[in-house]
């Protein structure tokens, strides 16, 4: 797999087991609380 260095930054491909804290960073958000809904465990269609 591919990686770019950035100085401290990696970038790669999230994988499927990145999706929950994805779902998290984005439901944090003022508006992707508004439209994303962190549960734990995640519904199944995020999965």
């Known amino acids: 797999m591919e990686q ?3 100085k401290d930054l990696i970038f790669r ?4 087991g990145d999706i929950p ?3 998290k ?3 944090d958000d003022e508006l992707g ?7 734990v465990p995640l519904p199944a ?3």
């Open 4 to 6: 770019i260095y950035n």
């Open 21 to 23: 804290n994805i779902v």
């Open 25 to 27: 960073m984005l439901a």
């Open 13 to 16: 491909k999230a994988r499927k």
């Open 45 to 47: 269609e995020l999965l």
């Open 33 to 39: 609380s508004k439209r994303e809904d962190y549960k």
